[in-house]
């Protein structure tokens, strides 16, 4: 049944968030979850609907079969193609091959900022689509609009991007349009705690691995301990409005900006990306002790590029439980053959650890967030320590209001010589060590970028990180005070 589930969700095609596609497989959802749930919602969000309407590309009069990224605008160029960014100039397009697609939003702003007229990418030999974006990384305020378009061609036909290229590219972009999460809701004798079990709906291409796959698995979960909601996520890859660059995630974020009663949710289990590759569980401290009950690869660290890292920010301790890797993510190949029995070897798997954890009593061990705070101390400012002592003796009294205020300080952190984003308590302060050496980007505080390398400039930037960093310290104590204030 579950392949059959997958199959006829898969059959809708790439759902981009707000897409009358989507609403169509909202429906199939629905279907789904309604026939053993006790009651079943469609809450509507507003998001951002971008679609590429029509693009002909192509070089020295070659037609090239490529695509446009997300969120490029409406363009019309005539160009010659250059592969160093230093010869763009204001008048030429720039190709890039890349190891990783993670590796797009850093070359993208190299492109805008060397003035090219748009940006060629290539991986493989496989139609590939990751969203661009221009500003401060990792910010979840307004950012700019793309202001050059990004595209994607095979690495076959990446030979033929040479000489004058004509790109003509009609993008239609939406950012009143509507995304709708299902959420299917099955009532236990405890209902005064709730468990959420979570996926994501929307994707590029296929999407069976990333993330139809988690979203056919959801009707399988049921506590006989805990009131239990199976949560279908729109706007999980694309659909951020205003452009932020923190642009995955929007649906699960406004679901729980809009959530009338965040401390009732016990626990959030998330599942993303579930392919052949060996399974990782991530999680926070406090929930180690039973993720390693009865599953061997726990990483002590949230995801990030999840819906999972949208309830650790509101406070709600999550798991996430994907694979390692996916050799066609975000990928046109990202389909799941009948002979691949890893995929459902790795389903028996989240199956059994799922429907034990949520079926078992379900208790906070704050000792493990004390022992990583104390881990954390020797990175922090004496002064921030000096609050943190008496936040370690709270948690020693398992008192889990205090450890949940505590779970909402993580945050991301992406160096510009690493290729991903990690995630780390009191990210500000830490962000800050990394910028003395090494370009970074800090979650909600900005990238901070070394402009000059001489010795005259280097000793008034340090000033000025050492500023900023008694400014964060400053916000850091104030928000444990309120956290403490009402045990002293």
């Known amino acids: 049944m579950l392949l059959h589930y997958l199959k006829t969700l898969s059959n809708y095609g790439e759902i981009i968030t707000g897409s009358k596609n989507e609403t169509k497989l909202v429906k199939e959802i629905r279907k789904i979850l309604e026939d053993n749930s006790d009651e079943i919602r ?22 090239i079969d490529a695509i446009s990224l997300p969120y490029s605008l409406s363009t019309e160029i005539e160009a010659d193609v250059v592969d160093n960014f230093k010869d763009c100039n204001g008048r030429n397009l720039i190709k890039v091959r890349i190891q ?10 190299e492109a805008v900022e060397n003035n090219c007229l748009g940006i060629i990418f290539s991986l493989d030999n496989e139609k590939r689509k990751f969203m661009i974006k221009y500003g401060d ?31 003509s590219l009609k993008t ?27 996926a994501h709906h ?22 006989n301990i805990y009131e239990t909601h199976l949560i279908s996520f729109t706007a999980e890859e694309s659909g951020s409005f205003n452009f932020s660059t923190f642009s995955w995630s929007h649906g699960s974020r406004e679901f729980l900006k809009n959530y009338k009663n965040v401390d009732d949710i016990l626990l959030n289990i998330n599942m993303d990306n579930i392919s052949e590759e060996s399974l990782v569980l991530k999680t926070v401290p406090g929930l180690l002790e039973l993720s ?9 660290s949230p995801e990030i590029y999840s819906d999972g890292y949208s309830y650790i920010k509101a406070g709600i301790p999550s798991i996430t439980i994907e694979s390692l890797g996916n050799i ?3 990928g046109e190949y990202d389909i799941i053959e009948t002979d691949k029995p890893n995929v459902f070897s790795n389903v028996t798997t989240i199956l059994d650890t799922i429907n034990k954890i949520i079926n078992e009593n379900i208790e906070y061990k704050t000792h493990e967030m004390r022992d990583q705070l104390k881990n954390n101390l020797w990175e922090l400012p004496a002064e921030l320590k000096s609050y943190l002592v008496n936040v370690k003796d709270i948690l020693d009294k398992n008192y889990t209001e205090v450890y949940r205020k505590i779970v909402k300080l993580y945050g991301g952190i992406l160096a510009f ?18 910028a003395r050496k090494n370009d970074v980007c800090i979650e909600d505080l900005g990238c901070i970028k070394r402009l000059r390398n001489d010795e005259i400039y280097n000793r008034f930037y340090l000033y000025y990180i050492n500023e900023l960093k008694e400014l964060i310290t400053t916000e850091y104590i104030n928000q444990l005070y309120f956290i403490l204030k009402k045990f002293f």
């Open 42 to 63: 469609l809450i509507p969000i507003r998001v951002l609907n971008w679609e590429q309407k029509e693009l002909i590309f192509e070089c020295e009069s070659k037609l």
């Open 100 to 109: 990783n697609l993670y590796e797009i939003n850093k070359l993208y702003i």
């Open 137 to 167: 990384l990792l910010s979840h305020k307004p950012s700019y609009p793309p202001p050059i378009p990004a595209f994607y061609v095979k690495e076959n036909d990446f030979p033929y991007i040479k000489g004058k290229c004509r790109i």
């Open 172 to 198: 239609d972009l939406n950012p009143f349009a509507t995304g709708y999460i299902v959420e299917a809701i099955r009532n236990s004798r405890n209902e005064n705690k709730i468990i959420h079990i979570t």
């Open 202 to 223: 929307d994707h590029w291409f296929i999407g069976e691995r990333d993330n139809l796959l988690a979203v056919a698995l959801l009707r399988q979960f049921r506590s």
């Open 292 to 300: 390693r009950k009865y599953f061997k690869n726990v990483v002590e």
């Open 328 to 330: 066609h993510y975000h």
């Open 417 to 434: 010589n690493q290729p991903y984003s990690k995630v780390e308590l009191f990210h500000k302060i830490k962000g800050l060590n990394i």
